[in-house]
């Protein structure tokens, strides 16, 4: 990641704007899923994993490649893990 603190800093405000004040490590309904307030180190590896999952779907899709049906639960699931909009 390359910018690590200005990354989970906009984690921070996008999780405040949605779901409110939550303590780190407090469990809250989001997007019919149960999620975790990430602390940083637990955010680093979430973060980078779906980034280079959204990347890659989406040079698959422009190739015209077939989409895996577990790759596109995975990114909805850390789109929604970090408050994020899944591309899929």
Same mark, same amino acid.
């Given at each position: 990641?390359?910018?690590?603190?200005?990354?989970?800093?906009?984690?921070?405000?996008?999780?405040?704007?949605?779901?409110?004040?939550?303590?780190?490590?407090?469990?809250?309904?989001?997007?019919?899923?149960? #999620?975790?307030?990430? &602390?940083?180190?637990?955010?680093?590896? /979430?973060?980078?994993?779906?980034?280079?999952? =959204?990347?890659?779907? %989406?040079?698959? #899709?422009?190739?015209? &490649?077939?989409?895996?049906?577990?790759? /596109?639960?995975?990114?909805?699931?850390?789109? =929604?893990?970090?408050? %994020?909009?899944?591309?899929?």
């Amino acid at each position: 990641m390359s910018n690590h603190s200005a990354d989970y800093e906009a984690y921070l405000g996008r999780f405040q704007a949605a779901l409110g004040d939550a303590s780190v490590g407090a469990f809250i309904k989001h997007q019919g899923r149960l #999620i975790k307030k990430l &602390d940083p180190e637990a955010f680093a590896p /979430v973060y980078r994993e779906y980034m280079e999952l =959204a990347t890659h779907y %989406l040079e698959g #899709i422009d190739r015209g &490649d077939t989409v895996n049906d577990l790759v /596109v639960k995975l990114i909805r699931d850390h789109a =929604a893990e970090l408050v %994020l909009h899944s591309p899929v």
